[in-house]
Every structure is written in C-alpha cells, then in structure tokens.
C-alpha cells in the first residue's frame, strides 16, 4: 500500500461566538451532517461522503478561530512512532484520551513553532456515509444535495511566525512533501512567505502563510466535485446571505476552483474544486511575492487586501 | 431609516434598525471603514461610535474588550442603529509580509 504514515486530515475544532447561529450555518447552509453533540456542548458535523464520525467540531467561546487541526494516521503502532519522533525531533507531546472528543481515539497533540496546535490519531469510528455498503447508488437525496454539501473537508490553511521551522517538522518527521511555494518578496530577507503542503496525492492537505501574530486561522476548507458545484454554493452562500470574501474564481497556486466566504462568527472557510494530483517526486511550484495576485485569483490577477489581513 | 456618518470623511450613508452599519456602508457604495469577516471575528471594522445609541450582536474578545465595549468601540460589522451615528474609524489592518 502506497499511503501510509499520515492519511490525511481528520478534523478542524473551531471556535464560535454563537453556537445557534454557527449551527444553522453549518447544518442548513453548508449542508455538513451533524453527528452529535457532548457533554462540554461542542457539535460534531461530518462532510456526507466522509465515512469517518466527524470533521469538523464547533465550540462556543468568546473569540472565534481554530481550536486545533488534526490528522489521521494509519493505524496505533503508527501514532506511537510519531509520537516518538516529534519527541525525538525535541517536540513536546501531549496525550489526549479516546473519548475527549466524541467516537475518537486517543491523540497526540503538539504545538507548531507557528502557535497552532495539530493533533494525530488512528481511530475514529467509521459511521459510513448515508450509502450502503452494498451496491450503492451514487448518492442520495437526504445529504449529498442538502445546502452546499461539500464532500469531505479537504485542508486547512493557517497563518503565523517560523513558517520554516512548521515545513521542516511536516517533511522531516510527519512525512509531508512541498507542493508550492511563494518566497518572500524581493528586496528583503529571504525565505517562504507561504507553503502549500502535502501527504498524499492531494494539491495540498495543509498550508501555512507567514504572519507577526501566532495561531491564526486564515481557512478551514471543504471539497467540492466541480466548478459547477463551486458555482452552486456561491449561490447558496448569495441567497443566505454568507459573506464572500473572494470568488467564485480560480487559483493560480494549486489551480483549484475556489469561494472564500464567512461562518457567522467570521471564520474563514472555502468551498474548493480541482487543482491537481502532484506526486511526492515532483519538483515544487514557485511564485515569486510579486505575483501573488494571480496566485490567488487567476482570472482577476490581485492581490485582495483581506488575504493578507483578514484573520480569525 | 439612520444618517450613518464617518468622522474623518464626513461620508454618509443611510442605514435601517435591522442591518449592521459596515453592511449599509458597503451597500451604499461607499468606502471608509475596512470590510472583512462581517461576522464580528477578524476585527478589522472596529469604530468609536462618537455620537448615536446602537444595539450589538456577539462580538470576538480578541478584539473588543468590556473596556472597549463600555468605551463605545466596537466593530461596526457587529452594530446596528437606534439614532443617527458619528463614527470614528479605529481599525486597522495589518499586513503580515512588510513590502
């Protein structure tokens, strides 16, 4: 089997200011599938063709953003090596027990040098996505065109200091391989403004622009199957009144088919389609600063402001 | 049907009792205060509200204080009037690459 070590992304924990109108939204107008709800209050929601228990946690707080990000590993003798290695790598760990969070095993959670806390786990349990298991057709109509109906919840991207340092523990000890990559811009000191990473065969499972503040959500993102379907939720999001921050348009990075738009409590997500299907052995793409424009809009070629300020 | 005004730019724009006043600023057209996250999260929208009474929705601490609360600075994403409003634009965006 060619996909080991880190599967891929598991769940987004983010944080809401009102759970009321954070469910509405996640529920009614994305379309998500909720799946519980425990004892701290927290609401668990999965993507409808997502087989595993959830993707995404919504807790009630008084600042919104992201709580954690975690990955799925392959199995538990998997979770225990990198557990090792992050310790090995001078990393502190920390051990959250199977039960925390509602259907999932145990975690290890570690802080990034970025000020964002990731997680890993190898179990979570698999409640299936609506379908039988035998024969099935290829969707349904109680979920998979219920609101925007993503089809799982594809990466996230954050913001925060030592960039650097969050690529080298990915690729050294988690596996992950650069995709993309923007430097920084000319005339100043030199490195990467923002990295577009990968543990599989995605565009991307997880990226990180460079910022002063630490711990800062720029996106949770869900997969769409098209660019029609991209177009469909700008409507949705238009008739419900979402927010959009920029699209329906294309990136020029990962070439994926995207809307950036707001929960009701201001945090990012996008609706996503496309791209591509790089390969651990292929050279990363670079983009000079100077061209972030069309990096991030393709067909408008500009660097919208609130890219690059607006956080949560 | 409110009188919303920008202190620095003498801008105005007309806002009603149920929609916030970034969202009529951007419905009129016009520009002054800067638009981000519309949801009270991101914080970039924040104002004083100089003159005028107001009613809120939930707004993120990390960027409103109580203090700033009690001090009638607030994000105008998250403010909706109950009289003609004077505001003052405090908010700022910060960049996070230095060109």
């Not at chain 1, 529920?27 to 595993?52: A, F, I, N, P, S």
């Not at chain 1, 809307?259 to 945090?267: K, L």
């Not at chain 2, 801008?11 to 970034?22: I, V």
Request: proline share 5%.
């Amino acid at each position: 089997m060619a996909l080991t070590g880190v599967l891929r992304p598991g769940h987004a924990q983010i944080r809401v200011l009102d759970m009321a109108a954070a469910t509405k939204f996640y529920g009614d107008v994305l379309g998500l599938v909720e799946t519980g709800r425990d004892k701290q209050g927290r609401v668990y929601y999965k993507c409808w063709d997502e087989r595993d228990h959830n993707s995404l946690v919504l807790r009630q707080a008084d600042q919104a953003g992201l709580d954690f990000f975690a990955f799925k590993v392959l199995d538990k003798a998997t979770l225990e090596k990198f557990d090792a290695d992050l310790k090995a790598y001078g990393l502190k760990t920390e051990r959250i027990p199977a039960g925390d969070m509602l259907e999932t095993g145990e975690r290890v959670r570690f802080e990034l040098p970025s000020g964002h806390l990731i997680e890993l786990y190898a179990e979570k349990t698999q409640v299936g996505n609506g379908l039988p298991n035998l024969n099935p057709p290829p969707w349904d109509l109680k979920n998979s065109e219920r609101g925007i109906a993503p089809v799982r919840m594809d990466h996230c991207l954050m913001y925060g200091p030592n960039i650097d340092q969050n690529k080298k523990i990915f690729m050294e000890v988690l596996g992950f391989y650069l995709v993309e990559r923007v430097f920084m811009p000319k005339g100043g000191p030199a490195g990467e403004a923002a990295i577009w990473l990968s543990c599989g065969h995605k565009s991307h499972d997880v990226a990180f622009v460079v910022h002063e503040q630490p711990g800062k959500l720029h996106h949770v993102s869900f997969w769409l199957n098209s660019w029609e379907k991209t177009l469909r939720a700008g409507d949705i999001m238009s008739m419900n009144e979402v927010p959009i921050d920029i699209g329906p348009t294309r990136h020029g990075i990962t070439r994926g088919e995207t809307i950036y738009a707001f929960d009701p409590s201001g945090n990012r997500f996008e609706t996503f389609a496309g791209g591509y299907q790089p390969y651990p052995d292929w050279i990363p793409t670079d983009w000079e600063f100077e061209s972030l424009g069309p990096g991030l809009d393709y067909p408008q070629r500009k660097l919208h402001e609130s890219f690059l300020t607006v956080l949560t | 049907m409110y009188q919303v005004m920008l202190e620095e730019t003498g801008e105005s724009f007309q806002c009603n009792e149920a929609e916030s006043a970034l969202k009529a600023l951007a419905r009129s057209g016009k520009r002054g205060i800067p638009v981000g996250c519309r949801g009270g999260g991101c914080g970039v929208c924040k104002v004083k509200v100089v003159s005028g009474e107001y009613s809120q929705t939930v707004m993120s601490r990390a960027h409103v204080s109580k203090e700033d609360e009690a001090n009638r600075e607030v994000l105008a994403c998250c403010i909706y009037p109950r009289s003609n409003l004077l505001l003052r634009v405090i908010g700022k965006l910060q960049h996070v690459v230095r060109r």
